[in-house]
């Protein structure tokens, strides 16, 4: 069973960064895609972006250029560097993980991100 505990989220200002850490509990993590969703208020879940294990990554383009995903298969952890922080990225961040063979997902608790001045 897969668990996922993130850490990192907050309050920020505009045009500030946060950076989201997920620590990953899987023992065959190379079959898996890591990425980070995130729902605000009244909106579904949308993604972030992913990482698979060679390193490939993608993003949603509202997030392009300011997020940066990365992950780390030895620690089994999965980053996400947020700058430039806007009112519009406010939400519930969820960490995910996709199992390549299974197509299965595995869900954090996740963690809020609020930006307000």
């Known amino acids: 069973q897969v668990q996922l505990v993130e850490s990192g989220g907050g309050l920020v200002q505009p045009g500030g960064s946060l950076r989201l850490s997920c620590q990953a509990s899987?023992?065959?993590?190379?079959?898996?895609?890591m990425g980070w969703y995130r729902q605000a208020p009244g909106k579904q879940r949308e993604l972030v972006a992913t990482?698979?294990?060679?390193?490939?990554?993608t993003y949603t383009d509202s997030v392009k250029g300011r997020f940066t995903i990365s992950r780390d298969n030895a620690k089994k952890t999965v980053a996400l560097q947020m700058n430039n922080l806007s009112f519009e990225d406010t939400a519930v961040y969820y960490c995910?993980?996709?199992?390549?063979?299974?197509?299965?997902?595995?869900w954090g608790q996740g963690i809020q991100v609020t930006v307000s001045s």
């Open positions: 995910n993980t996709y199992h390549t063979v299974t197509r299965t997902d595995s």
């Open positions: 899987i023992r065959t993590l190379w079959l898996y895609t």
């Open positions: 990482v698979t294990s060679d390193g490939r990554t």
